[in-house]
C-alpha cells in the first residue's frame, strides 16, 4: 500500500514510455480535444467497471450476505430475515437484481444503512466534508513540505541533510500510519495533554462559528500530522528521483556557466522542470489518500468518510460499503483523469498520441 | 564459463549465463551499505520466524495459562509487559513474525505470479489483447487497492488465506506495468528477432527469451511488494480482519487499541508490534531498493 506512491506514473512520464522506445514511436500531431476525448472514454470505461465491480463482489461473491448479517445480530428472527432478503432485493432473479442496482445507483440512490437506516448518500454527504478538510490539509502540507525537502535532498545529493532526509522518509514509509496515530494520541493527548483524543469538535464547545472553528483546529492538529507523516515520504522521494533525473540535464550545467546563483538555479530550472512529472503524481496517489482517511480517521474517530468504512466493516454493513466502495473508486478515477488533463498543460513532451 | 562453453549443451550454457549474472548483481549489491543493513535485518527476522518455537512451549501463549498481571508493565519475567490476558508481550511479538512474515510473502507471490504473466502477455502481444490487458492493469492501478481487499475479506469471510488472496489479487498491478516495459525494451533485441526468425512459438519466445530477462525485475518488484504487503495486512489487521486462528503484528495492535491499552497507557503493548512492522518493512524496502540499482546500473549515482 505504502509504495502504490512510486508505482503510479502518469502515463507518457519516462519510465512507461522505455518500452515504446524504437521503430515504432512517432510523434502524432492529436489535438487536445481528441487526446481528452480519448482519456475521457476510458476514464468512463473504468467508472462502468466500478459499477459491476460493485455488484459483482457484493451480489455473487457471497454465497448469502444476509445470513453473514444473521450470524452477527443477537436475537435475530425469521421475520427479520425475509424482510434483509426483500430488501436486498435477494429473492428476486440476478438480471432483475442488477437491472434495479443499475438504475438505483445512476440516479443516485444507495440503498440504506443497516446500522443506522438512513440513505447511504445522506450519510456520504454528511461525512464528506470532514474527510475533505482533513485529507486537504495534510495533502497540502505534504506537498509543500515534501517537495521543497526532496528538491534539497537531491540538489545536495550525497550530504549530510540528503542521508537524514531519506533515511527519515523510509523510516515513515515503513511505519503503519495507525500506528504513528496511536503512538501520537499516547504522547500528545494522554501524556502531554496539548490536544484532544479524538473527534472533530468537543460536546462543550458553543454552536457558534469562532469557537467551533478554533475548537476543530485544535482537534485537527494530531490527524493531520499522523496523515502527513504517512503521505510526505512518497512525495519526498518521487521529488528527489524527478529532481535528480533534472540534474543530469546540460541546461542546468548551462545556466552554472552562466554564473547564476545556486538557489537560483536549482529553484527557477531545476526545480521548475523537476515539478512537472511530480504534479501530476498528486492527482494520481489519490488512492493513498483514502488509505490514509481510513486509517487516521479510525485512530482518531475523525468523523468522515474513512471512520465511516470501518464502522460499517463488523456490522458488515454492506450498502454503506458498497456505497463507499463507489465513491472511493469513483474519486481515484476521476483524479487521474485530472491528473492526464493536467500533463497535458504541464508538460507538451507527453503530447504524443 | 568456459568449461561450460566446451560442453556446450544449451542448458550448461545457460547455467553458466545466470550463474554469471547472479555473481555481478550479487557484486553491485554488495557495494550497497543499505542493502546489505536489510538484508542482515531480514535474515535476523527469518531466524526469530524459523527459531520461536524453542523459545517458549505452545502453550505459553494460551489464555487459561496466562500468569501475568493484566496489562502489566515490563518487569520481572516479562521483559516486554504483558497483554490483556496477562499474556508475555514479548512471546506474542515473536511468535506474531512468523504469520505477517507468511502472508507478505505469499500474497507477494500471487501478486508476481499475476503481475508477471499479464506483464509479459501485454509486452508480448500487439494490438487488441496487450491493449485490454493494459485498461485493466491501469484500473487495479486505479483503484484504492486498501479498499477493495477490505471489502474481499469482509465478503469472503476472515481466515489467512481469504486475506493472502485478497491482498495478491489488489497488488500485482505496479509489477504488472514494470515487468510490460521490460518486455517491450527485450522484444526490441536482435536475439528475439533471430528466435523468430527461426520459427519460434509465442509460447517459446515468452517463457525462454523473455522471462529470464525479466526475471531479475520481477525479484527486485517482489521483494519490494512483500513490504507493501505486510503494510496493507497489518492495516487490515488493525480493522479487525484479521484471523483469529494466526495471531500477527496487526492483529496485536488491533487487541491492544480495542482492549484499551491506550487509555491505561500501556505503551509496552502498543510500541513493540508497530516497531517490528516498520523494522520488517523498512528492511525488504531497502534489499528492494538495492537489488533494483544492481539490476539496473542506469539507477546507480
Known amino acids: 500500500?505504502?509504495?502504490?506512491?512510486?508505482?503510479?506514473?502518469?502515463?507518457?512520464?519516462?519510465?512507461?514510455?522505455?518500452?515504446?522506445?524504437?521503430?515504432?514511436?512517432?510523434?502524432?500531431?492529436?489535438?487536445?480535444?481528441?487526446?481528452?476525448?480519448?482519456?475521457?472514454?476510458?476514464?468512463?470505461?473504468?467508472?462502468?467497471?466500478?459499477?459491476?465491480?460493485?455488484?459483482?463482489?457484493?451480489?455473487i461473491l457471497p454465497r448469502d450476505p444476509v445470513e453473514q448479517i444473521m450470524l452477527n445480530t443477537p436475537n435475530a428472527t425469521p421475520e427479520l430475515e425475509a424482510a434483509l432478503r426483500s430488501e436486498f432485493g435477494l429473492d428476486r432473479p440476478l438480471l432483475v437484481q442488477f437491472w434495479e442496482y443499475l438504475t438505483n445507483t445512476l440516479s443516485g440512490d444507495l440503498g440504506v444503512s443497516i446500522q443506522y437506516q438512513v440513505p447511504v448518500?445522506?450519510?456520504?454527504?454528511?461525512?464528506?466534508?470532514?474527510?475533505?478538510?482533513?485529507?486537504?490539509?495534510?495533502?497540502?502540507?505534504?506537498?509543500?513540505?515534501?517537495?521543497?525537502?526532496?528538491?534539497?535532498?537531491?540538489?545536495?545529493?550525497?550530504?549530510?541533510?540528503?542521508?537524514?532526509?531519506?533515511?527519515?522518509?523510509?523510516?515513515?514509509?515503513?511505519?503503519?500510519?495507525?500506528?504513528?496515530?496511536?503512538?501520537?494520541?499516547?504522547?500528545?493527548?494522554?501524556?502531554?495533554?496539548?490536544?484532544?483524543?479524538?473527534?472533530?469538535?468537543?460536546?462543550?464547545?458553543?454552536?457558534?462559528?469562532?469557537?467551533?472553528?478554533?475548537?476543530?483546529?485544535?482537534?485537527?492538529?494530531?490527524?493531520?500530522?499522523?496523515?502527513?507523516?504517512?503521505?510526505?515520504?512518497?512525495?519526498?522521494?518521487?521529488?528527489?528521483?524527478?529532481?535528480?533525473?533534472?540534474?543530469?540535464?546540460?541546461?542546468?550545467?548551462?545556466?552554472?556557466?552562466?554564473?547564476?546563483?545556486?538557489?537560483?538555479?536549482?529553484?527557477k530550472h531545476a526545480m521548475r522542470n523537476a515539478l512537472l512529472p511530480t504534479t501530476t503524481l498528486v492527482f494520481m496517489a489519490i488512492g493513498n489518500v483514502i488509505n490514509g482517511?481510513?486509517?487516521?480517521?479510525?485512530?482518531?474517530?475523525?468523523?468522515?468518510?474513512?471512520?465511516?468504512?470501518?464502522?460499517?466493516?463488523?456490522?458488515?454493513?454492506?450498502?454503506?460499503?458498497?456505497?463507499?466502495?463507489?465513491?472511493?473508486?469513483?474519486?481515484?478515477i476521476l483524479a487521474n483523469l485530472t491528473a492526464d488533463i493536467l500533463y497535458w498543460f504541464i508538460d507538451p513532451r507527453s503530447r504524443k498520441a | 564459463m568456459s568449461s561450460a562453453m566446451r560442453n556446450a549443451s544449451s542448458r550448461s550454457i545457460r547455467l553458466a549465463r545466470w550463474r554469471n549474472t547472479a555473481r555481478t548483481v550479487w557484486r553491485d549489491y554488495r557495494r550497497q551499505r543499505s542493502g546489505v543493513v536489510g538484508l542482515v535485518g531480514l535474515a535476523v527476522i527469518a531466524l526469530v520466524a524459523i527459531g520461536y518455537p524453542l523459545l517458549a512451549e505452545p502453550s505459553a501463549l494460551s489464555v487459561t495459562n496466562a500468569t501475568g498481571g493484566r496489562l502489566a508493565p515490563p518487569g520481572d519475567g516479562y521483559p516486554l509487559g504483558t497483554d490483556e490476558f496477562g499474556r508475555s508481550v514479548l512471546l506474542l511479538v515473536a511468535q506474531g513474525t512468523r504469520v505477517s512474515l507468511i502472508i507478505g510473502v505469499a500474497s507477494a507471490s500471487i501478486a508476481m505470479v499475476i503481475g508477471t504473466l499479464i506483464g509479459i502477455l501485454a509486452g508480448h502481444f500487439e494490438g487488441k489483447a496487450s491493449w485490454v490487458l493494459m485498461r485493466i492493469t491501469e484500473w487495479f492501478l486505479v483503484l484504492p487497492g486498501l479498499v477493495v481487499a477490505i471489502i474481499l475479506v469482509?465478503?469472503?469471510?476472515?481466515?489467512?488465506?481469504?486475506?493472502?488472496?485478497?491482498?495478491?489479487?489488489?497488488?500485482?498491478?505496479?509489477?504488472?506495468?514494470?515487468?510490460?516495459?521490460?518486455?517491450?525494451?527485450?522484444?526490441?533485441?536482435?536475439?528475439?528477432?533471430?528466435?523468430?526468425?527461426?520459427?519460434?512459438?509465442?509460447?517459446?519466445?515468452?517463457?525462454?527469451?523473455?522471462?529470464?530477462?525479466?526475471?531479475?525485475?520481477?525479484?527486485?518488484s517482489t521483494v519490494i511488494t512483500v513490504a507493501a504487503a505486510i503494510l496493507t495486512e497489518s492495516g487490515l489487521a488493525f480493522l479487525g480482519l484479521y484471523d483469529p486462528q494466526n495471531l500477527s503484528w496487526g492483529m496485536l495492535l488491533n487487541r491492544a487499541w480495542s482492549t484499551g491499552a491506550m487509555s491505561a497507557g500501556a505503551w509496552w503493548y502498543i510500541l513493540p508490534p508497530g516497531f517490528m512492522i516498520m523494522i520488517v518493512v523498512l528492511c525488504f524496502n531497502l534489499c528492494g531498493r538495492a537489488l533494483e540499482v544492481a539490476i539496473n546500473p542506469r539507477l546507480r549515482r
Open chain 1, 1 to 59: 500500500m505504502a509504495n502504490e506512491a512510486a508505482t503510479y506514473l502518469p502515463a507518457g512520464s519516462p519510465e512507461d514510455s522505455t518500452g515504446d522506445a524504437g521503430p515504432e514511436r512517432r510523434r502524432s500531431t492529436a489535438g487536445f480535444g481528441r487526446y481528452v476525448l480519448n482519456r475521457a472514454s476510458g476514464a468512463v470505461v473504468s467508472l462502468v467497471a466500478v459499477l459491476f465491480t460493485g455488484f459483482f463482489i457484493f451480489r
Open chain 1, 121 to 267: 448518500t445522506q450519510i456520504i454527504a454528511d461525512r464528506l466534508w470532514p474527510t475533505v478538510l482533513l485529507s486537504g490539509t495534510a495533502l497540502v502540507l505534504c506537498v509543500t513540505v515534501g517537495f521543497s525537502q526532496g528538491a534539497i535532498a537531491a540538489w545536495r545529493n550525497g550530504s549530510k541533510f540528503d542521508k537524514r532526509t531519506v533515511n527519515i522518509a523510509l523510516l515513515l514509509y515503513a511505519a503503519p500510519a495507525f500506528w504513528v496515530g496511536m503512538i501520537a494520541i499516547i504522547v500528545f493527548a494522554r501524556e502531554l495533554r496539548l490536544f484532544p483524543t479524538g473527534r472533530m469538535v468537543s460536546a462543550t464547545t458553543p454552536n457558534e462559528f469562532w469557537p467551533r472553528l478554533l475548537d476543530t483546529a485544535h482537534h485537527m492538529v494530531l490527524p493531520t500530522l499522523t496523515m502527513s507523516a504517512m503521505l510526505y515520504a512518497g512525495y519526498l522521494l518521487i521529488m528527489r528521483a524527478s529532481m535528480l533525473d533534472e540534474m543530469g540535464n546540460d541546461y542546468i550545467t548551462t545556466a552554472r556557466a552562466k554564473g547564476l546563483r545556486d538557489a537560483v538555479v536549482r529553484r
Open chain 1, 293 to 332: 482517511a481510513v486509517f487516521t480517521e479510525t485512530v482518531f474517530t475523525w468523523p468522515g468518510l474513512g471512520y465511516t468504512f470501518f464502522q460499517a466493516i463488523s456490522v458488515p454493513d454492506l450498502p454503506v460499503l458498497q456505497g463507499l466502495f463507489i465513491v472511493f473508486s469513483a474519486s481515484t
Open chain 2, 154 to 220: 469482509v465478503v469472503l469471510g476472515r481466515s489467512m488465506t481469504v486475506l493472502i488472496i485478497a491482498i495478491g489479487v489488489t497488488s500485482w498491478a505496479g509489477t504488472a506495468r514494470v515487468i510490460r516495459a521490460q518486455t517491450r525494451t527485450v522484444e526490441g533485441r536482435p536475439y528475439l528477432e533471430r528466435a523468430k526468425a527461426l520459427g519460434a512459438g509465442h509460447w517459446h519466445q515468452m517463457v525462454r527469451h523473455v522471462l529470464p530477462n525479466v526475471m531479475p525485475l520481477v525479484l527486485a
